[in-house]
């Protein structure tokens, strides 16, 4: 507590809860509190009042009555630097206390005992700008004991608050290791991501205030850090624009080995506190599109609105391809040529691109790292401009000019609907019989979205929607075995038996599903009544020896683990028997004994 104040446990004194420093915390918590008790950010209710209205907030007898509307949505929170003005009086109107008279605001922290635990309450409730008229019990003030010579014992007490901002400052890793004070707010919602590259400036200092590290401006991935852990941490919860100050502890610094000096940076002693200012320029925002890290888009240029290309949009690119030492192997669209034009997921550029294209905007402009896996593969690829090694990473800058989809259900007459549906079951028997099962499966299930609900079909645009969407499920079920999906594979068999209970393909692949699920006897069930419809098809008849086979095998390794487990058991039963003789003195013969 500053020395200049006059007024002896009133005053300052008393919004302070009329504790000297040498007081203990007694009063300022009420009660007796502990710290702990303080930790909560809010109270258990937050009510929304309007203007004169009064309410009980908490469960504590503590009231509020607003008199003042405050600023946008957010609250003051514990370990938070909040600046107000106040007037305090008694029930009867006697003042005791006022900020104005003092010519300057209140500056306190919130969650660390420096005021009557009301106050602790009652300013967590509030908007920035707004003003409150508390009446605060005793138990939540000054208690039996009361603040001589102006608070007198059990007094219930009215301070009119008025809440003029707030530095906030958050535990980012809710241990104490690294505080963030924020300086100056940042724009928007976002923060960035582990993957996504930062532009920061940032001044590292000792407690003492010797400069250790300090740049202008650096660029980095999140989730190196750069100068220490707690930057990675810190950047994560920084809006665009943010400035902050970050207190760290040794175990987000460089712990107990401290660090030497490395380049223009000084020493780190070992179990540093450090105070860091740190400012969060921009970043360019790094998206993992296969979730494997093997495919990286960074956006450089943010696009228009919210569009996508969706499977079978027609994109129109400008694009750059180039290996890691900078060859370019591919260039497209630049110096007046005509742009790249391509379907999306149509096997027309390699797998990496194609993916990383469907999440582009219009107009954006990206940076997109392949890894072989989903570029060239293990082998040399000649291309336009130059030969990729077998394994190459390789590196593109595409820029979406434009993209155009295709025509959605919503947009198609009924029988739109259904030439639509049979020209997707078509692209599906291409790629099916190309082995492409994951592209086939889509595109029965895009024939299928066409006409599962349609309340508009006539009666023969019902029947055909009814043959294709059969036909196209059965598909995605064979798509399905093969892709090893057997319980979506049963699933969409069952649904078609719900349609058409004699349905043999439907009977023999899911028959081949339970197969798989070892559901042996459900199967046999489908598999007979598929024989028992069409004795001649020579498929089902394959399907039966290849069930009584598996039969065999399971029922083989049954026989086998079973009689694995009896003759453990009996072993075990020798032993004990053996165990049993010898603890009574009896002695058995070894086959091979020489007697």
């Known amino acids: 507590m500053d020395d200049d104040f006059q007024i002896p446990g009133a005053g300052y004194d008393a919004a302070y809860g009329g504790m000297g420093m040498d007081m203990g915390m007694g009063m300022g918590m009420g009660m007796g509190m502990g710290m702990d008790d303080l930790e909560t950010d809010l109270p258990e209710e937050n009510p929304t009042l309007k203007i004169g209205e009064e309410r009980e907030i908490g469960n504590n007898n503590l009231r509020k009555k607003l008199l003042k509307e405050g600023e946008g949505w957010e609250n003051p929170t514990s370990r938070d630097e909040v600046e107000v003005h106040y007037v305090g009086s008694l029930l009867d109107g006697t003042q ?16 660390e005992g420096h005021v009557i635990e009301g106050w602790e309450e009652g300013i967590k409730t509030m908007k920035k700008g707004e003003k409150a008229l508390f009446t605060i019990p005793p138990e939540l003030a000054y208690g039996e004991s009361g603040s001589p010579p102006k608070i007198p014992p059990n007094a219930t007490l009215q301070f009119e608050v008025e809440l003029l901002s707030w530095i906030s400052v958050k535990d980012i890793c809710k241990d104490g290791g690294i505080l963030k004070k924020v300086l100056t707010e940042g724009e928007g919602w976002q923060n960035p991501k582990d993957l996504d590259e930062v532009f920061v400036k940032y001044e590292a200092r000792l407690e003492d205030g010797t400069l250790v590290s300090k740049s202008d401006g650096v660029e980095f991935t999140v989730t190196d850090g750069y100068f220490c852990p707690a930057l990675s941490k810190a950047l994560k919860t920084m809006k ?28 780190v002693p070992p179990n540093a506190n450090l105070e860091i200012n740190l400012e969060l320029v921009s970043w360019k925002t790094v998206s993992d599109i296969t979730n494997d890290k093997k495919v990286l888009k960074k956006i450089l240029l ?27 192997f591919e260039k497209k669209g630049h110096n007046e040529e005509p742009l790249f034009e391509f379907r999306v997921d149509e096997d027309k550029v390699i797998e990496g691109l194609d993916r990383a294209v469907k999440t582009m905007k219009k107009g954006e402009i990206a940076f997109v790292t392949i890894k072989s896996e989903y570029a060239f593969g293990p082998s040399e690829s000649q291309q336009d401009l130059a030969v990729v090694p077998g394994n190459s990473t390789v590196y593109y800058e595409v820029e979406m000019v434009s993209f155009v989809k295709e025509k959605e259900s919503w947009e198609m007459s009924a029988q739109e609907k259904i030439e639509a549906a049979a020209k997707k079951k078509e692209e599906g028997n291409a790629w099916f019989k190309a082995g492409k099962y994951q592209r086939a499966s889509k595109r029965y299930e895009k024939a299928v979205s066409f006409i599962e609900y349609e309340s508009s079909f006539n009666e023969e645009e019902k029947k055909q929607a009814e043959v294709l969407k059969i036909t196209c499920n059965l598909n995605i079920a064979a798509c399905k075995l093969k892709l090893k999906d057997y319980k979506e594979a049963e699933r ?33 069930v489908d598999i007979k009544k598929a024989i028992e419809i069409d004795p001649d098809n020579r498929d089902v008849k394959l399907g039966y020896k ?11 390794k049954d026989a086998q683990f079973y009689g694995n487990i009896i003759a453990k058991m009996s072993k075990l039963e020798q032993a004990k028997s053996v165990g049993a003789d010898a603890k009574h003195g009896k002695m058995t013969m070894a086959i091979d004994s020489k007697s």
């Open 96 to 111: 005791f206390d006022s900020s104005h008279d003092h010519g300057t605001p209140f500056k306190f922290k919130l969650g």
């Open 240 to 267: 665009k624009g943010e400035k902050v100050l970050l207190t760290v502890k040794p175990t987000y610094g460089f712990g107990k080995n401290g660090r030497s000096t490395t380049g223009d940076d000084c020493d």
């Open 302 to 328: 943010e696009g228009d609105g919210y569009d996508r290309p969706s499977d079978g949009a027609t994109v129109h690119l400008k694009l750059i391809g180039k290996l890691q030492d900078g060859t370019v």
């Open 492 to 524: 969409l068999c069952t649904e078609v038996l719900e349609i058409d209970s004699k349905n043999v393909k439907a009977l023999y692949r899911r028959a081949q599903a339970y197969i798989h699920l070892v559901e042996l006897d459900l199967a046999e």
């Open 546 to 556: 290849f069930l009584k086979d598996k039969v065999k095998e399971y029922n083989r």
